[in-house]
Nanobody, 120 residues
Framework: VQLVESGGGLVQAGGSLRLSCVASGRTFSSSAMGWFRQAPGKEREFVAAIRSGGRTYYADSVKGRFTISRDNAKNTVYLQMSSLKPEDTAVYYC???????????????WGQGTQVTVSS
């Protein structure tokens, strides 16, 4: 099983980026998927999650700016990020199949991460 993120990069404050995470090796259509991030010197934190039925969850810090979505036919989850701020700078990780709450770090599968850098 492999999760591969893409779409990270350097963007100015106020800009937008769309992250993608493609899963291979098994289907996750019946599992929740999530996005987490880790900034230098900080712990990994929850960003957003989406259940198989489409219910979504967001960290307060990104609510109204980020949108998580999924395409089960493509085994892919997306994170549309808008109105980006310098404090959004981090490595963003995709995760699948939680064994605890979707906001926790307790996921069975993780990607390698993609860097997002927001300049001021």
């Amino acid at each position: 099983v492999q999760l591969v993120e893409s779409g990270g990069g350097l963007v100015q404050a106020g800009g937008s980026l769309r992250l993608s995470c493609v899963a291979s090796g098994r289907t996750f259509s019946s599992s929740a998927m999530g996005w987490f991030r880790q900034a230098p010197g900080k712990e990994r934190e929850f960003v957003a999650a989406i259940r198989s039925g489409g219910r979504t969850y967001y960290a307060d810090s990104v609510k109204g700016r980020f949108t998580i979505s999924r395409d089960n036919a493509k085994n892919t989850v997306y994170l549309q990020m808008s109105s980006l701020k310098p404090e959004d700078t981090a490595v963003y990780y995709c995760a699948a199949d939680p064994f605890s709450g979707v906001r926790s770090n307790h996921y069975n599968y993780w990607g390698q991460g993609t860097q997002v850098t927001v300049s001021s």
